[in-house]
């Protein structure tokens, strides 16, 4: 059998796995049968995205567009690329889109959106010129219709921008997602009345430091949020998590990133208010000289409170391994762990996480001295669902030893341990040339300054299926045998050098 006799469900999965680019420029030219396959295949086309900071000659997508339209539910996209398509589609509709991201170049093509889209529920306007695209008639435009979600980055005028969401708002009563970033515009009279305009509001997103306790503390009445985001927020301290928690009985997603008044008080309230709680985002939005005092203690009382917990994420704090050794012995279903910054990690909060965390997928830590290598080596040996490792600019990841004799006497028991399991495992890959139980990681990420070829290598054994190996800009250089010998250990794997 020839790839041109394979059956239609079979083709359909190998191009599901080729990117937009080739799917819009390439598949369609080889054959008849492909240009079928792909033009008649809707799983193919349900979400196109085009960034609008990547500069591309668009003119070869748009004839592509006209035979796709119908296809595609969720498109992001720029103005001026989107007036191309429809330029040369003439009377084109998107009869099944149901959410839109556009850049804005003018309010007035707000119109095209709504007679272009029948079914829209979500729109999401980037507005950066707030000169050239009045936000007031643009979000007039939209009123006429019922939305389930606005997303809305906007840099403009403050009370323009109020007066238009406030009569926005009051037209919204089906509103079930509202995600709103601004650039200092504090726009409290806005979302005071949200919650009695809105009261189907789940998912509320709210950055730049837009509001204050008094949004969730003039009330008490009960909340259906699930998903809350409050980031950058000055005035958003311990009694607005209070308020806003204890509202929110059914929390699962929380964000609380560059809320520098929230105290370690404040985790108490999420402890106790969010049972649910399945990811927690927290910490300093920007690089700052020292670390947030939010301390170890704080993790623990999450720990035991939100046993639910799936996605921890924490930048630039004071938290050590016993936060961390907490939330692995408590938090069982935990997939994603991000340290980011937080300089008192160290090995024994990785070996915590390699005794508890069997269900993790990806693990973050970066500027860590207290990491070695006997800590990259721990999670690699005992997480068997790790897909993405990464330990960023953390100095004493270094060398391996030869042997475990290598290792001073004086080792910790535990430390002692990994090393012995390391050259266990080892020994039986050289012994019987393969080992069931070896890791399935796929991107293993280490731009750290001190380590050493030798060092991957000696890891790569470890990971088999590796498909990505970023040193960053320390930039290792194999020499022919070495890097013979690293692609003989990840048969996968993509690496370049400089």
């Keep these: 059998m020839n790839i041109d006799e394979l059956p239609p469900e079979l083709l359909v999965k190998i191009f599901s796995h080729l990117s937009q680019d080739d799917l819009f420029t390439v598949i369609d030219k080889v054959c008849v049968n492909w240009r079928e396959q792909l033009l008649h295949e809707p799983s193919l086309w349900r979400k196109i995205n085009f960034p609008y900071h990547i500069w591309i000659d668009f003119s070869k997508y748009t004839k592509q567009f006209?035979?796709?339209?119908?296809?595609?539910?969720?498109?992001?996209?720029?103005?001026?690329?989107?007036?191309?398509?429809?330029?040369?589609?003439?009377?084109?509709?998107?009869?099944?889109?149901?959410?839109?991201?556009?850049?804005?170049?003018?309010?007035?093509?707000?119109n095209e959106i709504v007679k272009r889209c029948p079914v829209i529920e979500t729109v999401g306007l980037s507005i950066q010129d707030a000169l050239r695209v009045d936000i007031e008639k643009c979000l007039k435009i939209f009123e006429s219709i019922m939305l389930k979600g606005l997303?809305?980055?906007?840099?403009?005028?403050?009370?323009?921008?109020?007066?238009?969401?406030?009569?926005?708002?009051?037209?919204?009563?089906?509103?079930?997602?509202?995600?709103?970033?601004?650039?200092?515009?504090?726009?409290?009279?806005?979302?005071?009345?949200?919650?009695?305009?809105?009261?189907?509001?789940?998912?509320?997103?709210?950055?730049?430091?837009?509001?204050?306790?008094?949004?969730?503390?003039?009330?008490?009445?009960?909340?259906?949020?699930?998903?809350?985001?409050?980031?950058?927020?000055?005035?958003?301290?311990?009694?607005?998590?209070?308020?806003?928690?204890?509202?929110?009985?059914?929390?699962?997603?929380?964000?609380?990133?560059?809320?520098?008044?929230?105290?370690?008080?404040?985790?108490?309230?999420?402890?106790?208010?969010?049972?649910?709680?399945?990811?927690?985002?927290?910490?300093?939005?920007?690089?700052?000289?020292?670390?947030?005092?939010?301390?170890?203690?704080?993790?623990?009382?999450?720990a035991a409170g939100c046993q639910l917990l799936e996605s921890l994420s924490v930048r630039q704090c004071s938290i050590d391994a016993l936060g961390v050794t907490r939330i692995a012995q408590c938090c069982r279903n935990i997939k994603v762990i991000d340290f980011h910054l937080c300089p008192m990690i160290s090995d024994t909060s990785l070996f915590a996480i390699a005794d508890n965390c069997i269900h993790l997928v990806t693990a973050s830590f970066?500027?860590?001295?207290?990491?070695?290598?006997?800590?990259v080596i721990a999670p690699i040996l005992s997480c068997p669902k790790m897909y993405r490792l990464r330990f960023g600019f953390c100095n004493n990841i270094t060398y391996l030893p030869d042997n475990a004799e290598e290792f001073a006497p004086n080792e910790p028991d535990q430390e002692r341990g990994v090393i012995r399991r390391y050259f266990e495992k080892v020994n039986t890959i050289n012994r019987d040339g393969i080992d069931v139980n070896l890791s399935h990681l796929k991107i293993l990420q280490l731009p750290c300054p001190n380590i050493t070829t030798r060092t991957i290598l000696q890891l790569a054994v470890l990971c088999p299926e590796l498909e990505r190996l970023d040193t960053g800009r320390c930039r290792l250089n194999f020499n022919p045998e070495e890097k013979e010998k690293l692609m003989s250990s990840c048969r996968l794997l993509s690496y370049e050098e400089d």
């Design 66 to 110: 006209t035979n796709i339209a119908s296809h595609i539910q969720e498109l992001t996209i720029a103005e001026h690329r989107l007036q191309q398509v429809l330029n040369y589609g003439g009377n084109m509709m998107f009869s099944n889109l149901k959410v839109i991201h556009v850049s804005l170049d003018t309010y007035d093509f707000c």
């Design 151 to 302: 997303l809305i980055e906007y840099r403009g005028e403050r009370e323009k921008f109020n007066r238009a969401m406030t009569s926005f708002l009051r037209k919204q009563p089906a509103l079930q997602e509202l995600v709103v970033t601004t650039e200092k515009i504090f726009a409290d009279n806005v979302f005071k009345d949200l919650f009695k305009l809105c009261p189907e509001i789940t998912k509320f997103h709210c950055g730049e430091d837009c509001i204050s306790n008094s949004v969730f503390t003039d009330s008490v009445e009960p909340l259906d949020i699930t998903d809350l985001s409050v980031t950058g927020a000055f005035d958003f301290n311990d009694d607005g998590l209070s308020s806003a928690t204890s509202r929110s009985r059914n929390l699962t997603s929380l964000d609380i990133t560059g809320c520098t008044n929230i105290s370690n008080d404040g985790f108490r309230y999420i402890s106790e208010n969010c049972k649910s709680l399945k990811k927690l985002t927290f910490g300093s939005k920007f690089m700052d000289f020292r670390p947030l005092a939010i301390a170890s203690e704080s993790l623990s009382v999450i």
């Design 366 to 375: 970066t500027l860590a001295d207290g990491i070695t290598i006997k800590g």
